[in-house]
């Protein structure tokens, strides 16, 4: 059974902190995504990894960095959080035979404040 | 600009039928995906289409039409379980997928 798995589901955190969440998936695949989920609007790609230490910026990656060191998993980081990156972060892996389906994480909902 | 438009909320009764609407202006496509979200869940796939016309699985149908940007997602007999946000996405050139806000639905007894 496909699965994608991340470090928290929920975090608080204090402005300035470095914040770590990590991604684990199962299924080998290469395509690796972070995104964050506001109420109101769609899910907005932060940065995401095509392949081992090959990274991609998204429509949102200020304030982020992020770390591809082994295939199975995805670290965002969040250099010095900020109240407005309180969101929900889903990660999401893609790949295999379901080329078109991006399976996802249960998701962290990270509180900065 | 790259916009995927969906209905806020709907509003439907348990047993009855209730089709959610996507429209789409997107730079290329490479297909339409229809997801559902429980509430503090992740999103999970519900179906995928390419090509113009109906794709039926099970309770649930979604349909496309490219040349109007247009897409619907079509609930069948509806369940109490079935409340949840519905969210349209829309791959385009770069294989990027651009995501609608989401669909609740409300299921009421």
């Known amino acids: 059974d496909v699965k994608v798995t991340q470090s928290s589901r929920y975090l608080v955190k204090r402005t300035g902190e470095k914040v770590f969440l990590e991604c684990v998936q199962d299924?080998?695949?290469?395509?690796m995504f972070w995104y964050r989920q506001d109420p109101g609007l769609g899910l907005r790609l932060i940065y995401f990894?095509?392949?081992?230490?090959?990274?991609e910026k998204g429509d949102i990656p200020e304030g982020y960095s992020v770390s591809r060191e082994k295939k199975e998993r995805f670290s965002l980081i969040l250099e010095s959080a900020s109240t407005n990156q309180t969101s929900m972060y889903l990660c999401?892996?893609?790949?295999?035979?379901?080329?078109?389906?991006?399976?996802f994480g249960p998701g962290t909902r990270l509180t900065v404040l | 600009g790259q916009n995927i438009d969906q209905p806020t909320e709907m509003t439907a009764t348990e047993g009855a039928i209730v089709q959610i609407n996507c429209t789409y202006q997107?730079?290329?496509?490479?297909?339409l995906f229809w997801y559902q979200q429980h509430a503090g869940e992740a999103p999970t796939f519900l179906s995928y289409?390419?090509l113009d016309g109906l794709e039926e699985k099970g309770r649930f149908s979604s349909f496309l039409s490219r040349s109007k940007g247009y897409s619907y997602l079509l609930l069948k007999e509806l369940q109490m379980k079935d409340s949840a946000s519905y969210l349209c996405?829309?791959?385009?050139?770069?294989?990027?997928?651009?995501w609608g806000a989401g669909t609740k639905l409300i299921i009421k007894p």
């Open positions: 999401a892996s893609l790949g295999g035979e379901a080329y078109n389906e991006q399976f």
């Open positions: 299924m080998d695949h290469e395509n």
């Open positions: 990894s095509y392949d081992v230490k090959m990274k």
């Open positions: 997107t730079s290329g496509f490479n297909g």
């Open positions: 289409n390419v």
């Open positions: 996405a829309v791959m385009d050139s770069n294989y990027q997928l651009i």
